[in-house]
Nanobody
Framework: QLQLVESGGGLVQPGGSLRLSCAVS????????MAWFRQAPGKERQGVSC????????KYADSVKGRFTISWDNAKSAVSLQIDNLNSEDTAVYYC??????????????????WGQGTQVSVSS
């Protein structure tokens, strides 16, 4: 059983940057893949990035490559998402999620077992 708690959302101007963090508690975290999803108003939840902790690789949705960076801090048991060059299309609630096994081969939400409560990111001038 895992618990995930996101933080770091807020209001940002276009072109700005934001770093989201998700504190993860539980056992055997190396067994999991950790991912970030986002859900804009009226849209489906979309997977944007995933990291396999034990296998040390990452995956990104095509729409965010080059602007989003996912990382894992083993000392803090936290997964972070650095978002650069924000634009209005990035406005959404961002969720962290975890699944077994530790493969980032799946971005469909139904394959993830544990979810955080979400943090709002709003991009506006």
């Amino acid at each position: 059983q895992l618990q995930l708690v996101e933080s770091g959302g807020g209001l940002v101007q276009p072109g700005g940057s934001l770093r989201l963090s998700c504190a993860v508690s539980g056992d055997d975290l190396d067994d999991y893949a950790m991912a970030w999803f986002r859900q804009a108003p009226g849209k489906e939840r979309q997977g944007v990035s995933c990291i396999s902790i034990s296998k040390d690789y990452t995956k990104y949705a095509d729409s965010v490559k080059g602007r989003f960076t996912i990382s894992w801090d083993n000392a803090k048991s936290a997964v972070s998402l650095q978002i650069d060059n924000l634009n209005s299309e990035d406005t959404a609630v961002y969720y962290c999620a975890a699944r077994l096994p530790s493969w980032c081969d799946e971005f469909r939400p139904r394959f993830y077992d544990y979810w955080g409560q979400g943090t709002q990111v709003s991009v506006s001038s």
